[in-house]
């Protein structure tokens, strides 16, 4: 049952429904007191620190390209109507709905924590993906700086990582980037989903317009930092249109890889995904959930691996045709070669011995 909710002003989510793991259901609905004009109302951002006791996390998906994986967040300001991380509110007692986008939790001592990690005599270095949640970029980083603190912690042990954002918050660090990059250390993936202002704001009401997302491309590939451009998702009949312009576009600015992933609406976010469309985009709604279903067995959504990201049929079929055609035309082919583990060293400390032979 859809739930009904006064529209909050630059938020994706159009209800907070109850987490699917509580006793207790809460329901928002049209009373006939809400006037049809009123202005839409504001909803704040509460922000709560969260006590983590490892901050290096492992999957073991073959969906993704990496096992350790870095979230300096949990829930994202950007409220991407879409996002996949939104069911994961859930485990917190919260709704996948404006709670993921407005009751964030950070990890302050993310920084200290991954150095304990880094410095243990049984650690062994493999490239770390931050970012593969939520977005380590997102506005509140601005002042907490905590993605910051990471990357300074893996520059000193000379670890290898990979990020991936839709923020031009990234350009903050480009100094540590571009460094990094100078040592095979690190890559960088930026998500741009539309190259339309309005359809972008729409789907990503707190994140980076599309033109800042290509500048930060190209100061990054101007600094020797490799840039792959992710389209993703790719919507079949709202934004799949784009998927050539988009990949254009990054390729002018350097980048030199690409890389999609098609509309996932698991849990939660297919009803959630619904009523946006609804409420933004009437005209298509019907027409773009058909398409969804068609690439997805006749479902909404199809967890199985290696069919979640690309979805399957005729309609998954022409979506990967013709990104491999876009990503061939404009030479965004090259593949991410291996980080450098080699360099990987924990850093002396203060009163440690010096090591004569060493390098």
């Given at each position: 049952?859809?739930?009904?909710?006064?529209?909050?002003?630059?938020?994706?989510?159009?209800?907070?429904?109850?987490?699917?793991?509580?006793?207790?259901?809460?329901?928002?609905?049209?009373?006939?007191?809400?006037?049809?004009?009123?202005?839409?109302?504001?909803?704040?951002?509460?922000?709560?620190?969260?006590?983590?006791?490892?901050?290096?996390?492992?999957?073991?998906?073959?969906?993704?390209?990496?096992?350790?994986?870095?979230?300096?967040?949990?829930?994202?300001?950007?409220?991407?109507?879409?996002?996949?991380?939104?069911?994961?509110?859930?485990?917190?007692?919260?709704?996948?709905?404006?709670?993921?986008?407005?009751?964030?939790?950070?990890?302050?001592?993310?920084?200290?924590?991954?150095?304990?990690?880094?410095?243990?005599?049984?650690?062994?270095?493999?490239?770390?993906?931050?970012?593969?949640?939520?977005?380590?970029?997102?506005?509140?980083?601005?002042?907490?700086?905590?993605?910051?603190?990471?990357?300074?912690?893996?520059?000193?042990?000379?670890?290898?990582?990979?990020?991936?954002?839709?923020?031009?918050?990234?350009?903050?660090?480009?100094?540590?980037?571009?460094?990094?990059?100078?040592?095979?250390?690190?890559?960088?993936?930026?998500?741009?989903?539309?190259?339309?202002?309005?359809?972008?704001?729409?789907?990503?009401?707190?994140?980076?317009?599309?033109?800042?997302?290509?500048?930060?491309?190209?100061?990054?590939?101007?600094?020797?930092?490799?840039?792959?451009?992710?389209?993703?998702?790719?919507?079949?009949?709202?934004?799949?249109?784009?998927?050539?312009?988009?990949l254009e576009r990054a390729a002018e600015a350097g980048a030199s890889g690409a890389g999609y992933v098609a509309l996932r609406l698991p849990l939660?976010?297919?009803?959630?995904?619904?009523?946006?469309?609804?409420?933004?985009?009437?005209?298509?709604?019907?027409?773009?959930?058909?398409?969804?279903?068609?690439?997805?067995?006749?479902?909404?959504?199809?967890?199985?691996?290696?069919?979640?990201?690309?979805?399957?049929?005729?309609?998954?079929?022409?979506?990967?045709?013709?990104?491999?055609?876009?990503?061939?035309?404009?030479?965004?082919?090259?593949?991410?070669?291996?980080?450098d583990v080699f360099r990987f060293r924990v850093p002396p400390k203060a009163g440690?011995?010096?090591?004569?032979?060493?390098?």
């Amino acid at each position: 049952m859809t739930t009904f909710t006064q529209q909050i002003r630059g938020r994706g989510a159009r209800s907070n429904a109850t987490g699917r793991y509580e006793s207790q259901v809460r329901e928002a609905f049209d009373d006939g007191w809400t006037a049809e004009d009123a202005e839409p109302a504001q909803l704040a951002t509460e922000l709560t620190a969260e006590t983590a006791k490892v901050i290096i996390t492992r999957n073991d998906s073959p969906d993704v390209g990496f096992s350790a994986s870095i979230n300096p967040y949990r829930g994202c300001e950007h409220g991407c109507i879409y996002c996949y991380a939104r069911p994961a509110h859930a485990y917190m007692g919260l709704s996948p709905g404006l709670d993921f986008e407005s009751k964030l939790f950070f990890k302050p001592e993310a920084a200290r924590l991954l150095e304990a990690e880094l410095s243990k005599p049984r650690y062994r270095p493999e490239f770390i993906h931050i970012g593969g949640n939520t977005d380590p970029y997102q506005p509140q980083e601005r002042r907490l700086r905590i993605t910051r603190q990471v990357i300074e912690v893996l520059d000193r042990f000379n670890h290898p990582f990979s990020i991936i954002t839709k923020s031009a918050l990234i350009l903050r660090d480009l100094d540590l980037l571009a460094s990094m990059a100078a040592r095979n250390l690190t890559r960088v993936a930026i998500s741009v989903t539309s190259l339309d202002r309005r359809l972008s704001r729409s789907m990503e009401p707190r994140a980076a317009a599309p033109d800042k997302r290509i500048e930060a491309i190209r100061r990054l590939t101007g600094a020797g930092v490799p840039v792959t451009v992710m389209f993703a998702p790719c919507i079949p009949g709202l934004n799949d249109h784009e998927m050539e312009a988009v990949l254009e576009r990054a390729a002018e600015a350097g980048a030199s890889g690409a890389g999609y992933v098609a509309l996932r609406l698991p849990l939660e976010i297919k009803d959630l995904f619904r009523e946006w469309l609804e409420t933004d985009h009437p005209d298509r709604a019907r027409k773009v959930m058909s398409l969804v279903r068609q690439m997805r067995g006749g479902k909404d959504y199809d967890a199985q691996w290696g069919k979640r990201m690309r979805g399957e049929g005729p309609i998954g079929e022409l979506m990967n045709a013709r990104f491999k055609a876009a990503q061939k035309r404009y030479g965004l082919t090259q593949r991410w070669g291996e980080l450098d583990v080699f360099r990987f060293r924990v850093p002396p400390k203060a009163g440690d011995q010096i090591d004569l032979f060493g390098a």
